[in-house]
């Protein structure tokens, strides 16, 4: 089975803190993912990455960061935290190259989710 | 950029009752998945469509994909306490490379 291991489940920072989303996935897949779940709004994509060191932005980009320094590792960062990032985390996987035109699209695996409150 | 709708934004139901979740997208996509999150879960993936006008089948949940392939349904039968949960779907196509773009998820409610 795929895994997508997420490094904490819940937090609790303050406003202006840096904060660090850890996501490692074991199936050599290609493409990561980081979304945000809130009521109403259903999964927002932040950032991308489609191969080691690429990034992409996603449809909310602001406020966030990325790096993807090794293909089974992709972290979100918040360099300043801010309330309105208070929010539940998804890291997501799937394999085949996304960066390519015509890519359909495979099946995105999901990680347990981080709760981030920000105070 | 891409777009994708989807309404009911919530639903409850007796059980027993049927149940269905429409999801529309502003653009022609290339495939669309539908996912099911279980309450404090994470979303896991039921199935893709492909082909325009597909049909497909798990057990009492139906998907279709529309003719023009921007529109697509999930339907389930009878419905049972185990169906609680979100129902997303996800398209891709157009500029979007594959990336997925999520609908705002139906919240589906089965009373005993």
């Known amino acids: 089975d795929v895994k997508v291991t997420q490094s904490s489940r819940y937090l609790v920072k303050r406003t202006g803190e840096k904060v660090f989303l850890e996501c490692v996935q074991d199936?050599?897949?290609?493409?990561m993912f980081w979304y945000r779940q809130d009521p109403g709004l259903g999964l927002r994509l932040i950032y991308f990455s489609y191969d080691v060191k690429m990034k992409e932005k996603g449809d909310i980009p602001e406020g966030y960061s990325v790096s993807r320094e090794k293909k089974e590792r992709f972290s979100l960062i918040l360099e300043s935290a801010s309330t309105n990032q208070t929010s539940m985390y998804l890291c997501a996987s799937s394999s085949g190259f996304l960066g390519a035109q015509g890519y359909s699209g495979n099946t995105i695996y999901f990680g347990e989710g981080s709760w981030l409150t920000v105070v | 950029g891409q777009q994708v709708m989807q309404i009911p934004q919530y639903q409850h139901v007796q059980e027993g009752e049927d149940f269905t979740t429409y999801c529309n997208s502003s653009t022609t996509l290339s495939n669309i998945q539908w996912y099911k999150q279980r309450p404090g879960g994470h979303p896991v993936f039921l199935i893709q469509l492909v082909k325009s006008g597909e049909v497909k089948k798990q057990k009492r949940l139906t998907f279709q994909f529309g003719e023009a392939k921007k529109n697509s349904s999930l339907h389930i039968t009878a419905t049972q306490t185990t169906d609680v949960g979100t129902y997303f779907c996800a398209g891709a196509g157009g500029t979007s490379y594959g990336k997925l773009t999520f609908g705002q998820g139906t919240i589906l409610t089965v009373h005993p």
């Open positions: 199936m050599d897949h290609e493409n």
